[in-house]
């Protein structure tokens, strides 16, 4: 292992960036034992219907638009730490009263509650462990961390379809339970020796937290790189509904499926994701050792690349009427985007002033919401109008100005560079 836990404080440095792993592992441990059968769970427990299905994914977006920015505010002017506690326990809380109370409204109402906790993580998270370590440092650590989540997420994924064979609410509210024992834990043992709040007699002053705002905002707009990155996230989102909420419905209706003898079809999306995680893990693992410490340029070159074959991918994948050629193309796609998100988080983070780090990071996750809330009903409408595949090929369409970008970007780097 690459010895980048190792800071200028020596111990703390190393404590953090174990606190930094395992809490990745078990986050994604957690939130996969829900989301593996999350679905089934409210088509037959709940009686969702389609649009109520698209409607709990709008409540959770509208939330993380609504609160994206101020919780990063707030993790600029107290602390990196607490904000992620508090996001982690709402996310708990969040998962368990959707699995006690199988009601549509109350459902909706808790999927906005879990859109305000990942906000408080988002943005505070990967701000947290770069004022530990360093910002070289974290950007190896976004790499080894993606890693250690698909690990988690892998044995997450067995766990939510094994306790869905007891009873398809147990996996919702065990999710949930595990995240509680997580945030009790992170009050223990994580530190914050790195972080610098602002001055105590400032922090409870809500013109001080709009002056973050407007500083991170700055920030922004007065670095093209920075103003390129988030305008990506905007892209990212509005592709991305298309793809994550009818990929399943594809596989069913347009690409026969292998039989499993007497197992239930659906078992194949258990496989899949299993899958994708596993060639994740090795995509990261790759991405590094060759960019873990990587300058700009490679960095862009690599985002380019990798968003062209996901565009591909997106697209092979909605016209593909085999098994054998959806699949590679979905699972293409899913190492794809493992790769481009520690890739995209340490770019973006690079060179940042402390006093904004949150608040910037948050914006990119505001735009990514933003577009997932543009772009999700329209692709979705375009579905049952026409067909899955066109609104699959529309998602792909929706990614095509990414390309631009990061091409835009690429010069941009190499110019600055010369």
Same mark, same amino acid.
């Given at each position: ?46 009686? !969702?219907?389609? #649009?109520?299905?698209? =409607? /709990?994914?709008?409540?959770? +977006?509208? $939330? ?114 595990? !995240?509680?024992? #997580?945030?009790?834990? =992170? /009050?223990?043992?994580?530190? +914050?020796? $790195? ?22 905002l700055r920030v922004v707009r007065g670095r093209p790189v920075l103003t390129g990155l988030v305008a990506v996230t905007f892209v990212e989102g509005a592709f991305s509904e298309g793809l994550d909420r009818l ?30 995680m596993v060639l994740s893990l090795a995509g990261t693992e790759v991405a590094r050792r060759r960019l873990g410490g990587a300058g700009q340029r490679p960095t862009a070159r690599a985002l380019l690349v990798l968003t062209v074959v996901l565009t591909a991918s997106v697209a092979v994948f909605g ?100």
């Amino acid at each position: 292992m690459t010895p980048i836990a190792t800071s200028p404080d020596g111990q703390r440095g190393r404590t953090a960036y174990r606190v930094y792993l395992a809490a990745n592992a078990a986050t994604f441990f957690a939130l996969h034992t829900v989301y593996t059968m999350a679905a089934v769970y409210y088509v037959r427990v709940v009686g !969702m219907s389609p #649009l109520q299905l698209v =409607l /709990v994914g709008t409540a959770l +977006e509208v $939330g993380y638009f609504a609160f994206e920015v101020p919780t990063g505010v707030v993790a600029d002017a107290y602390s990196r730490k607490w904000s992620v506690i508090a996001g982690t326990a709402l996310l708990g809380a969040g998962f368990i009263v959707q699995g006690v109370v199988p009601v549509f409204a109350v459902i909706a109402a808790a999927e906005m509650v879990k859109g305000v906790a990942h906000t408080f993580i988002s943005g505070s998270w990967e701000a947290w462990i770069a004022d530990e370590i360093g910002e070289e440092r974290a950007r190896r650590a976004y790499l080894r961390g993606a890693q250690f989540s698909t690990l988690g997420g892998l044995g997450g994924t067995l766990a939510g379809a094994g306790l869905a064979t007891l009873r398809l609410d147990l996996p919702i509210v065990t999710g949930g339970c595990l !995240m509680l024992v #997580l945030a009790a834990g =992170l /009050v223990l043992l994580m530190p +914050e020796h $790195g972080f610098r709040p602002a001055p105590r007699e400032e922090r409870g002053s809500w013109a001080q937290m709009a002056h973050i705002a407007r500083k991170g905002l700055r920030v922004v707009r007065g670095r093209p790189v920075l103003t390129g990155l988030v305008a990506v996230t905007f892209v990212e989102g509005a592709f991305s509904e298309g793809l994550d909420r009818l990929w399943e419905a594809h596989l069913l209706t347009n690409v026969s499926l292998p039989s499993l003898g007497s197992v239930d079809s659906v078992f194949w999306f258990g496989l899949i994701n299993a899958a994708g995680m596993v060639l994740s893990l090795a995509g990261t693992e790759v991405a590094r050792r060759r960019l873990g410490g990587a300058g700009q340029r490679p960095t862009a070159r690599a985002l380019l690349v990798l968003t062209v074959v996901l565009t591909a991918s997106v697209a092979v994948f909605g016209l593909a009427r085999s098994f054998a050629l959806a699949l590679t193309a979905r699972l293409a796609a899913s190492v794809c985007r493992a790769v481009m998100d520690p890739l995209y988080v340490g770019w973006l983070n690079r060179d940042l002033d402390p006093s904004v780090r949150a608040t910037v990071i948050s914006m990119g996750g505001q735009a990514n919401a933003l577009g997932q809330i543009a772009g999700g009903p329209a692709v979705g409408a375009l579905g049952s109008a026409l067909s899955l595949r066109a609104a699959l090929l529309a998602s792909a369409a929706l990614l095509t100005p990414a390309v631009a970008i990061y091409a835009r970007l690429q010069r941009l780097v190499r110019e600055v560079s010369v």
